[in-house]
């Protein structure tokens, strides 16, 4: 793809940065500008054209394409006025499937949630098994980056990049569905579509199915033809994969459902049991994922990746017999804490802090559900981590896991974590 005017990035964060540095190596003197819609965008070799003045500068077609970052809204007006002026709008994503897509097997995994450890996991299985795969989108490097470097490509892909995705998987996988991301789509059955249309779609590409999705009234619509779903793992499978789980750092019966998507996507790609086997035994948990910290004779799990009601919940899953102290609550996406309510008591947890805005909600309903929690609100994590110091004798566990995004307080769901284990250790490990 030649760009013959000049390009509009909009979004300025690891993708836009990526794109950027292709357009530089195939078009060294193609014109490149940039818009956020906060703050400043520090995208090397680019102009920026101020929010306010993007509406006429698209009207006027002062730009050829416009190539979105993921975190920006397709369903934005500007977008409106980009279809009017005759504008196309493409992704870091679709720029790979123009370039590279050609002779390449691509697997593309999404899901609510789960999604990043079972790419993961699908990497080392298909590695492990000696097959050249390389790992992208969310997790590895941004799409555009992995090129033509490896025969096979695993995509990590969310709900933002599925929903304009232009080129087909050769496999497609899905976790679960859950609602998520509404201020993105605009509403829940929006989001589900966008979601979906990684696997509905023309095409006879296999579809593989996490044990949440399958039984889903929408996905088994979606993936409109139960032929086309790979094949199921024998009970032989099944029971060396648990074993090998039970030995591995993999938590939980979530990434244990995880562990099995994975090895069906690799068996359906030409892995071998041996090399699934010693996929599972090489996998790391991701950073702030069920991410584990002894300090001062108290267990800290930093699972701040955690941005949904059903990710807490396996959270507290991982950890039974534990006596809990969960810290919940973040940016509003309009999602539903009344389940995870009445769950709490019974997955041991004694006390509960809830940060701004959802853990209001969190709070209200933990108090009528489970009135023997201490429950306390409070305005950040800082104060948080205090009242948690003044009431340790009631937990030996304490899990952020927020069931919500962390755009409210924090940059981003590291920056949150990182946090968290900081006051950890300058609150707890003299204490």
Request: glycine fraction near 8%; charge should be negative.
């Amino acid at each position: 793809m030649r760009f013959e005017e000049p390009v509009l990035l909009y979004g300025a964060g690891k993708e836009a940065l990526s794109t950027r540095a292709f357009l530089k190596a195939q078009q060294p003197n193609l014109p490149v500008f940039v818009a956020v819609d906060s703050g400043t965008a520090d995208v090397p070799d680019t102009v920026q054209i101020p929010a306010d003045e993007l509406p006429r500068a698209i009207a006027e077609r002062r730009f050829s394409y416009i190539i979105k970052s993921p975190g920006v809204s397709r369903y934005k007006p500007i977008f409106e006025i980009a279809a009017d002026a005759g504008i196309s709008v493409t992704s870091n994503l679709n720029l790979w499937g123009s370039s590279y897509r050609a002779g390449r097997t691509v697997i593309a995994i999404t899901g609510t949630k789960g999604k990043s450890t079972t790419a993961t996991l699908t990497h080392l299985m298909l590695t492990r098994s000696g097959i050249d795969a390389g790992l992208a989108g969310n997790v590895g490097l941004a799409p555009i980056d992995i090129a033509d470097k490896h025969a096979v490509v695993i995509f990590e892909l969310s709900s933002y990049q599925t929903s304009d995705m232009s080129f087909l998987p050769d496999i497609a996988a899905l976790t679960n569905l859950y609602p998520e991301h509404v201020d993105w789509h605009g509403s829940v059955e929006r989001y589900y579509a966008d979601k979906l249309h990684l696997i509905d779609r023309d095409g006879d590409f296999p579809v593989a199915l996490g044990a949440k999705a399958k039984g889903n009234a929408l996905v088994a619509k979606a993936v409109r033809d139960h032929r086309r779903l790979v094949q199921e793992l024998t009970a032989d499978q099944e029971r060396a994969i648990e074993n090998a789980a039970a030995h591995s750092r993999l938590k939980g019966a979530h990434n244990l459902d995880n562990a099995f998507l994975a090895a069906q996507i690799a068996l359906a790609t030409g892995g071998t049991m041996d090399g699934i086997l010693a996929g599972i035994a090489a996998f790391r948990p991701l950073p702030h994922r069920l991410e584990e910290h002894s300090i001062g004779g108290v267990t800290f799990v930093d699972d701040s990746i955690s941005t949904t009601p059903e990710a807490t919940k396996a959270a507290l899953a991982a950890y039974p017999g534990r006596r809990i102290a969960l810290i919940a609550g973040g940016h509003e996406r309009e999602q539903d804490y009344a389940e995870l309510a009445t769950l709490l008591a019974l997955r041991g947890v004694t006390t509960l802090v809830t940060l701004p805005v959802t853990g209001k909600r969190l709070a209200d309903a933990a108090r009528i559900a489970a009135p023997e929690i201490v429950v306390t609100e409070v305005p950040d994590l800082e104060a948080a981590m205090h009242t948690l110091l003044a009431q340790r004798e009631r937990f030996d566990t304490i899990i952020l896991s927020p069931g919500a995004p962390s755009y409210n307080q924090f940059k981003n769901f590291e920056e949150r974590g990182a946090r968290f284990i900081a006051y950890a250790q300058a609150l707890f490990a003299t204490a």
